[in-house]
């Protein structure tokens, strides 16, 4: 079955740190894989994308993620965490079954917590 | 910046009453979506519509469900009759494209939400 991990329910980090979300997922074929951050009483908002090419791609709000083939692995990165970035991270990968249609399968999100 | 929105931003009803949920995608989208967040789990795909019609349905979406865009603005999601289990946000979401190497412009941009609480 098509799915995507997000292992850690909450990332606890103090601002000025790095910071690693973590998402695995499981899909037949190649992967697109993006990354959404929900702030509280707001939608999806799209932060960055793999489709091809470069394994490092970089997205909103100098946020980062690397796609690892061999680990099925697409973590989300920054080098220095802000208190703003303190939201709900998603993971998502479309379905590669899908045909016309971008069905986009989500994680179940990770609450990052940035601490002054 | 273009956005989608969508109204209301909370509806209460009661069970089996019918619903609509409203959308306005951006302007020179082609691609719609509508996804469900029960509170507390993880964000379900629930149907995509493009060229006037579905392009593909989950599980979730039965006969109670259906989608329209009537005047080319609008795109609307109907719950005939509603149930407790129905209570959720439901996320719209459109795109110009679908995902693909040639270009950047594809990914899907979610609306707010509307909280459907059914009682």
């Known amino acids: 079955a098509q799915s995507v991990a997000q292992p850690e329910d909450q990332v606890n980090v103090a601002e000025g740190n790095p910071l690693t979300v973590k998402c695995t997922y499981s899909?037949?074929?190649?992967?697109?894989l993006f990354w959404y951050v929900q702030y509280p009483n707001r939608g999806l908002q799209f932060l960055l994308k793999y489709i091809t090419g470069d394994n490092l791609v970089k997205g909103s709000y100098g946020f980062e993620a690397e796609f690892n083939k061999s680990q099925t692995s697409f973590h989300l990165k920054k080098p220095s965490a802000l208190v703003s970035d303190s939201a709900l991270y998603f993971c998502?990968?479309?379905?590669?079954?899908?045909?016309?249609?971008?069905?986009?399968?989500f994680g179940t999100g990770t609450r990052l917590q940035v601490f002054p | 910046e273009p956005e989608v929105t969508q109204t209301p931003s909370h509806q209460v009803t009661q069970m089996g009453q019918e619903v609509i949920l409203r959308c306005v995608p951006i302007?020179?989208?082609?691609?719609f979506y509508w996804y469900r967040q029960i509170l507390g789990q993880k964000v379900e795909f629930l149907v995509s519509?493009?060229?006037?019609?579905?392009?593909?349905k989950s599980e979730i979406f039965d006969d109670q469900f259906s989608v329209e865009r009537p005047d080319g603005s609008n795109f609307t999601l109907k719950i005939r009759s509603t149930k407790l289990e129905d209570s959720a946000m439901y996320f719209c979401a459109s795109s110009w494209g679908l995902a693909g190497p040639v270009t950047s412009y594809n990914e899907q941009f979610f609306g707010p939400g509307t909280r459907l609480t059914v009682l």
């Open positions: 899909v037949s074929g190649n992967p697109y």
């Open positions: 302007s020179n989208h082609l691609y």
């Open positions: 519509f493009y060229n006037n019609e579905i392009s593909e």
């Open positions: 998502a990968v479309r379905d590669t079954r899908s045909y016309n249609t971008d069905k986009l399968i």
